[in-house]
């Protein structure tokens, strides 16, 4: 008997995000975001932010250690680096690199609208034209190329002034502060873009908290708040969009978070299935079914949550379910009852257990493409074959250009193909899954270091870690491969 094809209309593609690529921190209009204070760093240290009190006393903040404090605002400082503010510089290449995508044969492109571009200074200012304008443009040459644009409405690109003014997502308010940048981006647009992402890896305040050694019962407690926040911003958003338009579809994403149980102990297979429902089905479950799951009353229990949720949150989360769920997938790993005494490897927001049965990235990420195809076939089943679209997946590595301007990167090549071939395989199978963007078609700064040289993309950009580079771009190996790929519908992974 047949098995299941990939659809002609499947959407590969590439994801980039602003803050990552762009550049052009401060011009134009847009306003600071978070990330334009925080400095590079590398694979062993996090990034860090200078912040100042009112009295002037400065001191640095680690990424991701939580809310600054009260009274204290993000500065930079003399003769520091801050990658985010030049990026690849893609606000003034844009047109340029669409083109080396649509070169390769690009079907969608995951990219992010800036909240700081579009609203710089908040709803009661309203949209900022030249920010407005830049993405028609963009759209437009997307269009031009019949490139899909898939919009992610929200990924770490907020104002900072939210933050440092108002406190940022522990303060309701911004959930309509987000609704109206939502409301600009769709109305604005609603005739050149069909699919929406709501939130980027939702999950990412609770994974970031739980891995925080530092984390105190307080910050436990808004996390959960602030993600409740974020969930019903989303539901909103949803609702929103298909008033505006009823074409729209609009799914939300989360964080991949895969783990196996380190041996066939019935304590580990417990340990593994915990995992996955505390760092990815309490969020997929209320995108997808509109409500928390049953587990959730379990999950408060144990981080001596109260979650107070009003019926009218209960109403718009069921209102509002998504009509896809999008995930990033970069690995996996492993889970244990007792895990004191054992190695953790680091990753994509998730420290977990070790798996002696799998290679690890440069930056110790492990590679695991037969876990995408375990994963995908989960969510099927889960959610009955609900749309599945896998936005993110892709290696991080140092590239070498030679001196003939080539880049020959065949450990990405062969991390591209061995995740393409399973997910061929989930499809075959009949998993509902709509598209792939991979993580990221051109080079951009890193989230997590602010590295230049931990390269993820098919388009090598000539600028390294201290902001040194043309930013002329050249096709890398990969470049040639993913163009076979897409020109043959999957069929070519050779
Ligand atoms: C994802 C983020 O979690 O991981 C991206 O959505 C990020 O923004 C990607 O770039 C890879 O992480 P890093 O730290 O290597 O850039």
């Not at 929103?240 to 978070?257: L, R």
Request: hydrophobic share 35%.
């Amino acid at each position: 008997m047949e098995t299941y094809k990939i659809p002609q209309n499947f959407l590969w593609g590439g994801d980039i995000s602003a803050a990552q690529i762009d550049g052009a921190w401060d011009e134009d209009g847009k306003s600071p975001i978070e990330l334009d204070y925080y400095m590079g760093a590398n694979k062993n240290s996090g990034r860090y932010a200078y912040i100042e009190d009112e009295r002037g006393n400065s001191k640095k903040v680690l990424q991701w250690s939580g809310q600054i404090p009260s009274g204290t605002h993000y500065v930079l400082k003399e003769g520091e680096l801050y990658p985010n503010h030049f990026g690849s510089d893609f606000y003034h290449h844009y047109k340029d690199d669409i083109k080396l995508l649509h070169e390769m044969g690009f079907k969608a492109l995951n990219l992010t609208m800036s909240w700081a571009r579009i609203m710089p200074k908040g709803k009661e200012y309203g949209p900022n034209k030249k920010g407005v304008e830049y993405y028609r443009s963009l759209l437009l040459e997307l269009k031009k190329y019949h490139i899909e644009p898939i919009v992610t409405l929200y990924k770490y690109d907020m104002p900072a002034f939210y933050v440092t003014q108002m406190g940022g997502w522990s303060n309701r308010q911004l959930i309509d502060e987000y609704e109206e940048f939502c409301h600009i981006c769709m109305t604005e647009f609603k005739d050149l873009v069909k699919y929406w992402i709501t939130f980027n890896e939702i999950n990412v305040f609770f994974l970031v908290n739980k891995n925080n050694p530092n984390t105190t019962p307080q910050d436990t407690q808004r996390v959960f708040e602030e993600t409740h926040d974020q969930l019903v911003a989303s539901s909103r958003v949803v609702q929103m969009g298909h008033e505006i338009n009823p074409d729209f579809k609009i799914g939300c994403m989360v964080a991949g978070a895969l783990s196996y149980p380190l041996t066939p102990k019935p304590e580990d297979a417990r340990a593994a299935q915990k995992n996955i429902q505390d760092n990815f089905y309490y969020f997929s479950d209320v995108i997808v079914r509109g409500k928390y799951p049953y587990f959730a009353k379990r999950i408060w229990h144990e981080n001596h949550v109260d979650l107070n949720i009003s019926d009218e949150d209960k109403r718009n989360l069921q209102k509002g379910t998504a009509d896809f769920l999008a995930f990033s997938y970069y690995m996996s790993n492993c889970a244990e009852a007792d895990a004191s005494d054992i190695a953790k490897n680091a990753g994509n927001l998730i420290n977990g257990i070790s798996n002696p049965y799998l290679k690890t990235s440069e930056w110790g990420w492990q590679i695991d493409p037969q876990g995408l195809q375990y994963f995908l076939e989960e969510l099927a089943s889960r959610y009955n074959n609900f749309p599945l679209l896998i936005v993110e997946n892709g290696l991080g590595a140092e590239d070498t250009l030679t001196s003939d301007g080539k880049i020959h990167d065949d450990y990405r090549i062969d991390y591209l193909r061995q995740h393409i071939a399973y997910l061929e395989k989930a499809i075959n199978d009949g998993v509902n899954l709509f598209g792939y963007t991979m993580w990221s078609c051109i080079d951009l700064v890193s989230m997590g270091t602010g590295e230049l040289r931990k390269r993820y993309g098919l388009i090598y950009v000539d600028i390294d870690d201290q902001g040194n580079g043309t930013f002329k771009r050249y096709k890398k190996d990969s470049f040639y491969c993913y163009k076979k790929v897409i020109a043959t519908n999957g069929k070519d992974l050779s």
